[in-house]
């Protein structure tokens, strides 16, 4: 008895490696044929490449942004917050708003980068707001019902942003002057846009504050505690309240500041632009693993790099398949690793 | 060391009722916890022993009847003041954080508290306490065995520096070994001036330790009195204690 029941399972292990081996070996050959794409749109057009690739980059940042709200939220109470795309969205139109009617800026001089400037901390603090306000009335009622609940409350809070978004900003695209400048820095053919330089180096340094804050501070660890275990955290001394809200004020900060730089490097918002952007910044938590800060930041500048060159490269499928091929993508990551591409699985969740 | 008038006890609960929605889980328990002393509680599963806890810890709230901690009530205490006020609990199924390192659990375990120096001298004391976990200090708690895990519960309350230390089964599903360093454990912690309420199904052992017992049985007080006496009277063993 004890020798045919290991025996079936040395034959369920080996079974199991051999299924294994074909995953991995399909994962290399489709990995080999994406290079070998890359290699023969490098040789044949480098200067579109590296264009396609930049432009790639600037709007991965962006996606990393919004992704990091995404994840941030899910990592803290496991709660997909769909409202989190339009909160973005609101932000692009107040940005709007704010830099060009209220402060008047007009035109790249000192005066209107100050104003910028000033737009952007008043964005931050106006997603923060919002994110909080939303947590506070819709989700901590909700935090001990079933998750459904909380997730039904989070599609019906976007539908609320997003009739917000067309009360205020109409429901015809609005266009906006921008502080930055068109154009950029060219060499040669190719050009690294002024709006790519700015979105980057907001973004690169807002994540590595913010890997700092959640790993190293107090507030961080609380963070954490908060997201393994409430009511264990709460015996530590853990306000959990003050917490997750202070988790929903982070999120909504990226999001407002990636209102204002949507807004400089596009020019134009319409009170759907979070549906959109939203459902690709979740696109990219997931690719990255949800809950992880680092995976949401990779996986936003992936898609943001796959888009670019797909859209922009000679032998792509062009801009009319750009979002089959990040969803391609994300199915065949979820296949793979379902847990995303640094996701852990949580096998200590019960 | 802050505490109550003489002759009061550290801890005194008062005839509390606590529900979870409409279902009454403790029903008009009253008892007190001298200083110094280890009071255990006991009973079968779903006595109500575990609410009783969580309600003193802040984590409930008791629908009628008051707590009082030093002389202060604390019934309606949201549960992350309560451990700053010198009460840690250390929860049933031990509740460690399994993502972070034996550290950094202990870290959260002072999370409350200010002073450095006072926390490093607490974190040596309890490394003394579990040397095991000195040498698994940077492992993740979630991959370590379950009694290693208990010590780190243990532990980690011992980090509030709190005056009275509750223990939710800590010899739960722990080899019998393991078991009596727990319980030795727990004789050492008080020996250092910390009061002890103890929950415990083992109630045997339980009452070797301990200096007053309160039996409960489904959400109602059902006996009460010195541990000695409460092992020694064969009708109590043989009715509540499983013996």
């Given at each position: 008895m004890t020798t045919a029941t290991a025996v079936e399972q040395a034959e369920m292990r080996i079974a199991m490696t051999r299924k294994e081996a074909v995953g991995r070996l399909l994962g290399v050959v489709l990995l080999l044929g994406v290079a070998a794409w890359l290699v023969l749109n490098l040789v044949t057009a480098p200067s579109q490449f590296f264009n396609s690739l930049l432009f790639g980059i600037g709007n991965g940042a962006l996606y990393a942004l919004i992704a990091l709200g995404y994840t941030l939220v899910y990592g803290i109470?496991?709660?997909?917050?769909?409202a989190h795309g339009d909160l973005f969205m609101l932000s692009t139109v107040f940005s709007g708003f704010m830099m060009v009617y209220w402060l008047g800026a007009e035109g790249a001089n000192p005066a209107s980068w100050a104003k910028l400037l000033l737009t952007l901390v008043l964005a931050m603090g106006f997603g923060a707001t919002i994110n909080v306000l939303i947590e506070r009335v819709a989700y901590r009622r909700l935090r001990r019902a079933p998750r459904l609940a909380a997730l039904i409350t989070a599609v019906g809070m976007s539908f609320i942003l997003q009739w917000v978004g067309l009360r205020w900003n109409g429901s015809a695209p609005r266009l906006w002057p921008t502080v930055v400048p068109e154009g950029g820095i060219s060499i040669g053919d190719v050009t690294l846009q002024y709006s790519t330089i700015m979105v980057v180096t907001f973004t690169i340094p807002v994540l590595l504050l913010l890997t700092y804050v959640v790993q190293r501070t107090k507030q961080g660890r609380a963070m954490r505690a908060t997201a393994q275990d409430q009511d264990a955290a709460r015996l530590m001394g853990i306000n959990v309240d003050r917490t997750i809200a202070f988790t929903f004020a982070l999120g909504g900060a990226m999001a407002g500041a990636a209102g204002l730089l949507y807004l400089e490097a596009v020019g134009t918002t319409r009170y759907d632009a979070g549906f959109h952007l939203g459902l690709i910044a979740f696109t990219a938590a997931v690719l990255g693993g949800i809950g992880n800060l680092a995976g949401a930041v990779l996986g936003g500048f992936l898609i943001g790099i796959i888009q670019g060159l797909n859209d922009g490269l000679p032998y792509g499928f062009g801009q009319k398949w750009s979002q089959t091929v990040v969803f391609s993508i994300l199915i065949m990551v979820m296949v793979f690793k379902p847990t995303g591409i640094l996701g852990q699985p949580t096998v200590e969740k019960v | 060391m802050s505490q109550g008038a003489v002759g009061e006890p550290l801890l005194q609960v008062d005839d509390i009722s606590v529900y979870y929605g409409n279902i009454a889980a403790v029903k008009g328990l009253s008892m007190s916890v001298p200083q110094g002393a280890i009071v255990t509680l006991i009973g079968s599963n779903g006595a109500g022993k575990s609410t009783t806890l969580r309600t003193i810890s802040g984590l409930l709230h008791p629908k009628s009847g008051r707590i009082t901690f030093e002389g202060k009530e604390i019934s309606r205490s949201p549960g992350h003041e309560v451990v700053g006020m010198g009460i840690a609990h250390s929860p049933e199924g031990r509740r460690i954080f399994p993502r972070m390192t034996v550290d950094e659990n202990l870290e959260l375990g002072a999370f409350t508290r200010d002073d450095k120096e006072g926390i490093a001298a607490d974190r040596d004391h309890v490394l003394e306490l579990f040397p095991r976990l000195a040498e698994r200090i940077n492992q993740k708690a979630g991959t370590m065995s379950g009694g290693e895990q208990q010590m780190l519960a243990v532990a980690r309350a011992m980090m509030a520096k709190p005056r009275l230390l509750l223990l939710d089964e800590p010899s739960m599903g722990l080899a019998p070994v393991l078991v009596d360093l727990i319980f030795d454990t727990i004789e050492k912690i008080r020996e250092s001036g910390v009061t002890i309420l103890l929950v415990e199904q083992n109630a045997l052992a339980a009452l070797r330790v301990a200096d007053y017992a309160y039996v409960m049985e489904s959400g109602f007080l059902k006996l009460q009195g010195p541990a000695r006496e409460l092992a020694e009277d064969d009708e109590v063993v043989r009715a509540y204690l499983g013996g």
């Open positions: 109470i496991e709660l997909i917050n769909f | -």
